[in-house]
């Protein structure tokens, strides 16, 4: 039997839109529903702002409560949104999905530009930038796609990123290595791979990179040889 996969694209119009805007220590949030009250004029709605702990249990009751406030105004669950922020923005992601709600991202660049527009501001505001966000994704639909990436798969990621961590920490130190030797003993002309030959470590076990140790070992060769040959 063969079988295929098909993405089907979900209508956020359903979905109740939940801004966050992600810090270390809480969360700012903020979401819209259409307004009850009736005007002629303008179309009203009711915007709910808020903040919570960035812990999870805070974040999965909190989303509890906002998927069951959702559902008791007509939608079928909850789209949550925020900036990439690196460590920060997973716990809320990922319970998010464990939930069943969708996820994505907006850019921080497009946050940062739309608050001046939005308000004339250039500052960081926790408390105007949920509103920004939920602008962005919900008015504009301006988002990026969070990918929900398998376990094996996550952790190669991870562990790529610590290898070329390790890598980057390698050459940085390789480099202040020869800094400093460079620093210690100007006369020191070898490139800063020589030290990592077979020869550049026979030189630093015996002499520890030092100019002076070998023209002193030199100069005792030299002694050595003439009293010989008298």
Do not use: W
Request: charged share 30%.
């Amino acid at each position: 039997m063969k079988m295929t996969h098909r993405v089907e694209k979900i209508n956020r119009k359903f979905y109740l839109t939940v801004a966050f805007d992600i810090g270390k220590d809480k969360l700012n949030y903020y979401y819209e529903i259409p307004g009850r009250l009736k005007s002629k004029h303008r179309k009203l709605v009711e915007c709910y702002e808020g903040e919570i702990e960035n812990k999870v249990r805070v974040i999965d009751q909190k989303l509890l409560n906002l998927d069951h406030f959702a559902k008791d105004h007509g939608y079928e669950g909850l789209h949550v949104v925020c900036e990439p922020t690196g460590p920060y923005d997973r716990k809320l992601m990922r319970i998010a999905r464990a939930q069943g709600h969708t996820t994505a991202y907006v850019s921080g660049e497009s946050v940062s530009k739309m608050k001046v527009v939005e308000n004339n501001d250039t500052g960081k505001t926790d408390i105007k930038d949920p509103r920004v966000i939920y602008m962005i994704s919900k008015n504009m639909g301006k988002e990026l796609t969070c990918r929900d990436l398998k376990d094996e798969y996550q952790l190669l990621r991870e562990l790529n990123r610590m290898y070329d961590a390790e890598d980057s920490a390698h050459t940085s130190m390789k480099c202040q290595i020869h800094f400093l030797l460079q620093r210690l003993f100007c006369d020191y002309s070898f490139k800063k791979d020589f030290l990592y030959t077979l020869t550049g470590r026979v030189l630093v076990e015996q002499y520890h990179a030092s100019p002076y140790r070998i023209l002193n070992r030199t100069l005792q060769d030299k002694f050595s040889l003439a009293r010989i040959c008298q």
